[in-house]
Nanobody, 124 residues
């Protein structure tokens, strides 16, 4: 069982930055691949970024490449999403998720555990 708690969301102006954190419970965090997804009002949940269990590989949605960076600190049981050059279309609830698969997947069905989400609002 893994419990995930996101933090770091908020209101920011376009062009600004935010760093989201996702703290995981349990001693097996380092064996999970981690992902970030988001859901905007009236839209389906979409993939944002993912990282393999050991940080050796990452995957990003085209819409965030070059602007967002996923990282993890297995010693702190935490995964991060650094978001730069934010745009109003990045406004959404952001969720972190954990997958018992080792690889970085962009498919939500690969993720077994989910956090409750944190709101990110980017004003124009």
């Amino acid at each position: 069982q893994v419990q995930l708690v996101e933090s770091g969301g908020g209101l920011v102006q376009a062009g600004g930055s935010l760093r989201l954190s996702c703290a995981a419970s349990g001693r097996t965090f380092s064996s999970y691949a981690m992902g970030w997804f988001r859901q905007a009002p009236g839209k389906e949940r979409e993939f944002v970024a993912a990282m393999s269990w050991n940080g050796g590989s990452t995957r990003y949605a085209e819409s965030v490449k070059g602007r967002f960076t996923i990282s993890r600190d297995n010693g702190k049981n935490t995964v991060y999403l650094q978001m730069n050059s934010l745009k109003p279309e990045d406004t959404a609830v952001y969720y972190c998720a954990a997958s018992s698969n080792y690889f970085a997947s962009s498919y939500d069905y690969d993720y077994r555990y989910w956090g409750q989400g944190t709101q990110v609002t980017v004003s124009s």
